[in-house]
């Protein structure tokens, strides 16, 4: 089987920090643009952030730059987000995703540019 799994997801206070895993099993991620996004109620999913398979090319909403950082270790086949100085409004379920490329240099912000999702993990941030 197939599986993206994300964990780390909690309850923070306003100013806090998480850190979100996103591991794969039956598939690699190695060779593959990462992306995190999150689904707050009532809203549509929106892109956070994106990774290259190289690591050398990031791309984050402008929301969350200069607090999320999403990094990647092909070795273990998985993929964080740090979340830094959370506020009320990052509340959601955050998923992450593969990209549809093999070794793709883009880093896409759309859904429709990843083909693997993982079932979320809610991130809840009080204020």
């Known amino acids: 089987q197939v599986h993206l799994v994300e964990s780390g997801g909690g309850l923070v206070q306003t100013g806090g920090s998480l850190r979100l895993s996103c591991a794969a099993s039956?598939?690699?991620?190695?060779?593959?643009?990462m992306g995190w996004f999150r689904q707050a109620p009532g809203k549509e999913r929106g892109f956070v952030a994106a990774?290259?398979?190289?690591?050398?090319?990031?791309n984050y909403a402008d929301s969350v730059k200069d607090r999320f950082t999403i990094s990647r270790d092909n070795a273990k086949n998985t993929v964080y987000l740090q979340m830094n100085g959370l506020k009320p409004e990052d509340a959601a379920v955050y998923y992450c995703?593969?990209?549809?490329?093999?070794?793709?240099?883009?880093?896409?912000?759309?859904?429709?540019?990843?083909?693997?999702w993982g079932q979320g993990t809610q991130v809840t941030v009080s204020s």
């Open positions: 995703a593969r990209g549809r490329v093999f070794k793709g240099r883009s880093v896409p912000t759309i859904g429709s540019e990843y083909d693997y």
């Open positions: 990774r290259s398979w190289s690591g050398t090319f990031t």
């Open positions: 039956g598939l690699t991620t190695t060779y593959y643009t």
